[in-house]
């Protein structure tokens, strides 16, 4: 599918007339039009900051890889899973983007498992020049999701003396809770969303959303005082080990099932495109070497972590079940093995408590019965035969990872053992 993306009355010479179109930081502006990035243009310009050009092309080329994967439809694919995204996104400097393609493609290859094309045109999105641009002095910005390894990384930033400017992609859900935990722990905060309009079906797994978020967060970094002064700044992504590396469970958890939206080899090759654009940001991941337990047992406030810990989200199904934490799902029970590891009362509620009950709803739904499998696999074949192909990537560090997953593993031994999972 070829995908067309760029400002308002922007299109490319001789592209055929089925290619999908998608306006960038506008109104789609006729039928048959997707959009993306209106309300991100309207949050700069109210909050007066002002992105370096190559901040907006970079967060332009974001834009139009979730645009993209929200409108291609996985099912029609040949294989029912695995599609060929041709992308044509118009940014200010065409020819240095160009030098990128083939990095960028290679990250959204690894994060999206579709094979990508990227090309470049002239005519992409330029503001106006703020007369007086806000240059915001901290030191660094932060990812907060309103989860509760972003909750941790807020609580430890500020602990230890960083000043981060905190960046959410609101989700509906998740917005409030975003603010309140901005505001209790004193941080100066911004939130946006892609606000992808599209005209038909949305494709359901939606892989690409991360680079969205990460590009709201570099552009805002590039306003920053600090970059404007030609220096760099931390971007901190704020996510256990365990679930960053996300190794399939089971031989036949792929596909929508293994997402890498915090993966070190994805970080690592959007930093190498990061730093040839010179946007003075570094994607820093300070818990990628530990579990969630862990996270939650090294926390530099304890009492403030307990007084909000029940309160973050960690479901993968949460808006599917009224905003409520299923308890079943993978993300339910990686939270549910840290609160037991870190020894203390889990306030949350989960609608699927007990996953002993031997039924659809409990320990025979899939995801229950994948992580039991794992555990069965590496009790009777070791750990290393479970943790497979997993740490074949360049961008891991082979020995503290797979401690890492064996200490996540024993994680959820405790809680299945706990409820008497079979």
Known sequence: MRVICGPAGFDVVGAPAGAMR??????????????????????????????????????????????????????????????????????????????????????????????????????????????????????SVMLLSGGLDSLIGAIDLKAVGWNPLAVSQTVRGDGAKQRVFASLLGLRHIQVNPNVQIPEATEDSQRARSIAFIAFAVATATSLAPVQAGGTVPLFVC???????????????????????AHPEYLGRLQSVLDAAGLGVKLTNPYVGLTKGEMMLHCRDQVRLASLAAGSTSC??????????????????????????????????????????DDADHAMFDDVRAVAMALALAKASGVDTWIGHALSSPFLDREATRGMLERGLSEFRALHGAYGVK
């Open 22 to 139: 998608v306006t960038l930081f506008g109104q789609p502006g006729s039928p048959g039009r997707s959009s993306a990035g209106e309300a991100a243009a309207g949050m700069f310009r109210r909050q007066k900051l002002q992105p370096s050009q190559r901040g907006w092309d970079f967060l332009a080329i974001a834009l139009s890889v979730v645009a993209a994967d929200f409108n291609v439809v996985r099912d029609r694919s040949p294989d029912g899973w695995t599609r060929e995204i041709e992308l044509d996104i118009a940014v200010s400097d065409p020819a240095f983007w160009q030098t990128q393609a083939p990095e960028l493609q290679r990250a959204l290859a690894f994060l999206t498992s579709d094979v990508w094309t990227l090309r470049f045109a002239a005519g992409g999105f330029a503001p106006a020049k703020l007369p007086k641009p806000f240059r915001p002095a901290n030191d």
């Open 239 to 261: 996510e256990n080990g365990f679930i960053a590396l996300n190794a399939p469970l089971t031989g036949i958890r792929l596909g929508s099932l293994s997402t890498r939206t």
């Open 316 to 357: 993968g199904r949460f808006q599917r079940f009224g905003y409520r934490h299923c308890g079943r799902c993978v993300p339910c029970q990686v939270r549910r093995a840290a609160f037991i590891r870190w020894g203390r009362q889990d306030d949350t509620t989960y609608i699927y408590d007990n996953l002993a009950k």
